[in-house]
T-cell receptor
């Protein structure tokens, strides 16, 4: 099955700096990679996602890059703000065997991002 | 549209008891996935239901089970509770057609004493 490793486990930055979180996955057939943000006591919420036919996607201060050959993808947050402080999870979608469209998400262990004012 | 809802939000049980958690997906979503979230293990996939059928199952013991009703609402049950079952249980709903966004509920926090 799929295995997703996420680094670093904690990340501390100053307001205005950039933050980068990296994930690697094991199953070369994985083809969908979402990122979720979970604030303390709240539910995980999707912030950006990328599919395997795209190498990069950007949404304002957030961008995700995907390297299928190396099987890793990264989240980039620029001009960080204190409200970006949260736990970030990467995930990889693994389709079930047999060419089906359905499957499941495997999550990384999470990164605690702290943005200091 | 209303978001994913879960009940109850908090639950305290003792070892050996059983518990049932409920999840109502977003209207029109037919897939419900369940996850266990703990500080040490992160988000771990339990199982997924689509059109009242379990399509996927994670690596959890048989004490963890679930079902889905015709209105797509889902329940999960944990029997013979153990201390290690203390966790936040999250459900997520989606259309169920493939690589798509999963929308999470607020979770049920279960404490086993």
């Amino acid at each position: 099955g799929e295995n997703v490793e996420q680094h670093p486990s904690t990340l501390s930055v100053q307001e205005g700096d950039s933050a980068v979180i990296k994930c690697t996955y094991s199953d070369s057939a994985s083809n969908y990679f979402p990122w979720y943000k979970q604030e303390l006591g709240k539910r995980p919420q999707l912030i950006i996602d990328i599919r395997s036919n795209v190498g990069e996607k950007k949404d304002q201060r957030i961008a995700v890059t995907l390297n299928k050959t190396a099987k890793h993808f990264s989240l980039h947050i620029t001009e960080t703000q204190p409200e970006d402080s949260a736990v970030y999870f990467c995930a990889a979608w693994e389709s079930n065997a047999g060419g089906t469209s359905y499957g499941k998400l495997t999550f990384g262990q999470g990164t605690i991002l702290t943005v200091h004012p | 549209k209303a978001g994913v809802t879960q009940t109850p939000r908090y639950l305290i049980k003792t070892r050996g008891q059983q518990v049932t958690l409920s999840c109502s997906p977003i209207s029109g979503h037919r897939s419900v996935s369940w996850y266990q979230q703990t500080p040490g293990q992160g988000l771990q996939f339990l199982f997924e239901y689509f059109s009242e059928t379990q399509r996927n199952k994670g690596n959890f013991p048989g004490r963890f089970s679930g079902r889905q009703f015709s209105n797509s609402r889902s329940e999960m049950n944990v029997s013979t509770l153990e201390l290690g079952d203390s966790a936040l249980y999250l459900c997520a709903s989606s259309l169920g057609v493939g690589r798509e966004t999963q929308y999470f509920g607020p979770g049920t926090r279960l404490l086993v004493l």
